[in-house]
């Protein structure tokens, strides 16, 4: 028995006739609501003009703040849009003033985008990479974090649910570990905010970036940043342009006075509109119950793949959500995909160089992932299951 009124998400959501989603975790579908938000604003742009149809819309626009700032309970002046979760990230860590020899504390599990700016940072700026262990369960050992501090750690960069599995790392435990030790803690929840409750107060991180198409189910294109006023003055920004700066005289700017700006003045503002709007729809249902529901479904597809002959489930973590990753021990990764998609059902895979440290540490070399949202069903899950027992 499901919580929500599954029928009319599903109205809302027409693809759902045609197709199982289960690539949530690569792009969620976007409700009725959130589309039409996007295609009015571009009929709007093609009628009376791009800057005229800004101006016109320019509630729905700002109204990205305020609804970003109630889904993550942070204050509207502390929100970015973004172009991604990647750029995000990359805008905020570039502009924390690392010194050669400052150091980093990081997981396996980090997000590949990330951790590649790291090793860049590492190149370009001397900085030194720590990891932190994980434990018995595959996440983040928090205890293990007081030990590996030294007077120049300066950030921990961890991901919330990394890509690749279900892993839940323990968001709030770390957050208290970064106070403790006074550091600067950055979570990428690109594949959290939308799945479960994410708040940046109880977690306690400084800086946190999402993305619009995962499970927010807004459009693609479109990302968040989230800068806490604390740690604000400490960055800058890696570049400005006229929305990030006021041009004040001749020779001299000042900064915009919050997270604007990490923003660019261009940008897709049929897009912003979109993820205003997906917020509000995600609010409207709430994050909790999005949660419940996704655990039931989660549950229900982990428990009926491990007990498949050949077919190994993988994820990591005392508390798993709603990424479902496994093997199968005669079909690759890709293959399964590939089925699936014979069957209009929609899953992917994750490869070597999407979570090259985790997967070379665990020793797999592909993993087929399959990503439930709140939309989708038990019944859908029992077909899925059908298939993945005849490979
Ligand atoms: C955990 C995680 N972080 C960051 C990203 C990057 O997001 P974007 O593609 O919006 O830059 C992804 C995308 O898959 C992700 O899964």
Known sequence: MSILDITALRADTPACHNIIHFNNAGASLMPAPVYEAVLSHLALEQEIGGYEAAAHAQDK??????????L??????EIAFIENASRAWHMAVYGIDFKPGDRVLTHISEYASNYLALLQLKKNKGIEIDFIPSDSTGQIDVDAITPLITPRTKLIAVTHVPSQGGLVNPAAEIGQAAKTHNLIYVLDACQSVGQMPVDVQSIGCDILMGTGRKFLRGPRGTGFLYVSRRVLEQIEPPFIDLQAANWTADHDYTLQPNARRFETWERHIAGQIGLARAAEYALGIGLGT????IDQLSQLMRAELAALNGVKVHDLGSNPCGIITFTHNKIAATDIVKTMNHHHINISSVQLKNARLDLDMRNIPALARASVHYYNTEDEVRQFIDIVKKL
């Open 72 to 77: 993550l309970n942070a204050a509207p002046s």
């Open 61 to 70: 626009f700002d109204s990205l703040y305020t609804n970003l700032a109630g």
């Open 290 to 293: 999005i949660k419940l529901q």
